[in-house]
């Protein structure tokens, strides 16, 4: 998995980086909540050096979107 983007989802969430897997996302983890996804969103513009436009905010849904965000940095 992409550990960069472990870390940030982690961080966000406030659990450990063991308890983020593939299946991580908006719609099967308590945590990611409104203000953890407006972590996540602050993580990746600082990590990123820009800020997120409108789209790429409202998919990052789970695990997978902000791997391939990073990728494609």
């Not at 969430?13 to 409104?34: K, N, P």
């Not at 905010?57 to 695990?63: E, V, W």
């Amino acid at each position: 998995m992409h550990s960069e983007a472990v870390s940030i989802i982690a961080k966000a969430l406030g659990v450990s980086e063991e308890s983020i897997t593939a299946e991580t996302s908006l719609m099967t983890t308590t945590e990611w909540d409104s203000l953890a996804h407006f972590r996540i969103v602050l993580s990746l513009e600082e990590r990123l050096g820009r800020p997120l436009d409108p789209v790429e905010i409202t998919t990052l849904i789970d695990f997978s979107a902000v791997m391939t965000l990073l990728d494609h940095a």
